[in-house]
């Protein structure tokens, strides 16, 4: 079975870490990252860009509606994500509109992705989707 | 089990929003401040005991508001100090009943707290004071040594500030869709003040940390106003322009230029918020002077190598800078690109006309030095170099045109004229 850890906190506050701070977190965050995949237990990870930086494409109707900002309403669930390459903005409405031809409803949120780390585990351990 | 660390953050995070509101309660900044102190103070013994609260902002403004009235309470009536444990009681029953606020909530509020520090009638040194202090929460001391005056100078600067705000009398209705552009534009510019104040030290000293604070600060009123593209002009402006930080001196201290910037060394994350923050502005086609700035610096820190720099595109956008923000610096700014695209003796007689008012300026006569060196007019070269050392604000800017003399000395020995260097303004939008 595979697991997504999502991450929740107020942003104001880890944006507002200090270099140290930041330098001390990361570091600790490596460490375990390092002893995790050892395990064959870590995949990808992510860290997102500040929901300033955020797009939100409402699906729920056709054409879709390009907003300002994160995705905010309560009553939707997260259910999934998707890793995408783009140029720009435009580029990844573009990529997004498509997927919401085909699924449309809910929302896209569009978030630059701040740190990236490929997932490490080896190669040969295939991974069953469950 | 809470950490200290922790706690400090959450405070830092908190700050804006609780002393906003806190002034909404009692009107007067001194007041506000006292009692988000007062609230921080009970925070640090509350917290680490009982846990944080789940809304540490909600928490520290009921803390603060009950803290500030029992206070006035006492002084009225001269009535003993209830004891501790039956305030941190009557404390949490409150914060139970507190309404979860979310940052829309806070709008007008923290809206208010930045306008205030941007009243005209202060000088640009005692907004950026003002708003470190009360908004960013930074120590007078701190903000003191940033720049470079000892803190009873500072305390002083704050305190003539705060009396002339408390003169004006703070705005307290809330303000009409005309109103909130016009604090939002005054805002806009305070805190690109305070950035600026930041940009301009070259080395890592505690003023370069004021360019962070400006970023937050940015961030904070983008959550605020998540629609306007002005603001995220200005955010992806600070952004792409405090990337390139580590690039901008070499080892010795010395200013390198743009183009031979390590482009190893600009910040890649900056880059990319600052980049999804133009994108998004531009979406809006409701063009602006930050956003203008903003889309210059993205079109250099767009490219992998710096000889694929658009420069029509940015000459073309610094002309539209020109009509939107007339100014002889956006002017000088324009001929860098104009000698990239149509030659430097098309960007000399640009700025010829602009002597008369910028007469007085380092950076004219770096670039009108610039071109002329690059026209192999080595003579009058050496002459312009000359008036921008002698107008040079620090002994970074007088080195860096040094070395462009020593330059011009070697090459006239070796009859070689074939140096580059164009100066670029400073980020200051007039």
Same mark, same amino acid.
């Given at each position: ?130 | ?64 508001? &009950? ?16 004891? @501790?444990?039956?305030?941190? @009681? ?85 303000? &009409? ?35 962070? @604070? ?118 000088? &700014? ?45 003579? @009058? ?50």
């Amino acid at each position: 079975m595979q697991y997504a850890i999502l991450c929740y906190h107020d942003e104001g506050h880890v944006w507002s870490w200090s270099k140290e701070e930041e330098e001390a977190v990361m570091g600790r965050l490596a460490e375990a990252r390092g002893r995790l995949t050892a395990r064959g237990k870590l995949g990808a990870s992510l860290r997102l860009l500040p929901t300033t930086a955020a797009t939100t494409l409402r699906k729920s109707q056709d054409p879709p509606l390009v907003i300002d900002g994160p995705f905010a309403e309560t009553k939707e669930q997260l259910l999934g994500l998707y890793l995408i390459d783009a140029n720009d903005l435009d580029d990844a409405l573009e990529v997004a509109r498509e997927l919401a031809k085909a699924n449309p409803g809910g929302a896209y949120e569009i978030r630059p992705i701040a740190v990236y780390n490929v997932d490490a585990r080896a190669a040969a351990a295939s991974v069953e989707i469950v | 089990m809470t950490d200290v660390a922790w706690i400090d953050g959450a405070i830092t995070g908190a700050r804006p929003r609780a002393v906003s509101a806190l002034l909404r309660y009692f009107r007067d900044l001194d007041v506000a401040e006292e009692a988000f102190q007062e609230a921080c103070l009970r925070a640090l013994k509350s917290w680490p005991v009982k846990g944080p609260p789940r809304d540490p902002t909600a928490w520290l403004v009921l803390v603060g508001r &009950n803290a500030a009235l029992d206070g006035a309470r006492r002084r009225a009536r001269d009535r003993p100090l209830p004891d @501790e444990a039956t305030l941190s @009681e009557l404390e949490d029953a409150e914060v139970t009943l507190a309404e979860r606020l979310d940052e829309a909530h806070y709008r007008d509020d923290i809206l208010r707290l930045l306008f205030v520090c941007c009243h005209p009638d202060l000088p640009d040194t005692q907004q950026i004071a003002l708003a470190l202090r009360i908004v960013s929460g930074l120590r007078v001391g701190e903000i003191a040594r940033a720049f470079l005056v000892s803190e009873v100078a500072m305390e002083q600067r704050i305190t003539r500030a705060k009396a002339r705000v408390a003169r004006a009398g703070v705005p307290f209705e809330t303000p &009409n869709a005309v109103d909130r552009a016009e604090r939002l534009a005054a805002v806009a510019a305070m805190i690109y003040l305070v950035f600026n104040a930041g940009y301009s030290a070259l080395a890592e000293t505690a003023r370069a940390q004021l360019c962070d @604070e400006a970023i937050r600060l940015g961030r904070l009123l983008l959550r605020l106003f998540e629609s306007e593209p002005e603001i995220m002009g200005l955010l992806a402006l600070m952004l792409l322009q405090h990337a390139r930080r580590a690039a901008r001196t070499d080892v010795r201290g010395e200013v390198v230029l743009l183009e031979d910037q390590d482009r190893a060394l600009w910040d890649a994350r900056l880059i990319a918020e600052g980049l999804a923050l133009i994108d998004k502005a531009m979406r809006h086609r409701q063009p602006g002077p930050y956003q203008i700035q903003a889309a210059i610096a993205a079109l250099h820190a767009r490219p992998k190598r710096t000889e694929d720099t658009d420069w029509a595109q940015i000459d073309a956008l610094y002309a539209s800078l020109e009509r939107l923000q007339p100014s002889p610096v956006v002017t000088l &700014n324009r001929a860098v690109a104009v000698a990239k695209t149509r030659g430097p003796a098309v960007a000399l007689d640009l700025i010829a006309p602009l002597e008369d008012r910028l007469g007085g300026y380092f950076h004219y006569y770096g670039a009108k030095g610039a071109l002329l060196l690059q026209l192999q007019r080595p003579g @009058e070269a050496r002459e312009a170099f000359d008036r921008a050392i002698a107008l040079a604000a620090d002994p970074a800017q007088a080195a860096f045109i040094r070395a462009r003399l020593d330059q011009l000395e070697r090459d006239a020995a070796r009859s070689d004229n074939s140096a580059h260097c164009v100066i670029t303004a400073p980020p200051r939008a007039s």
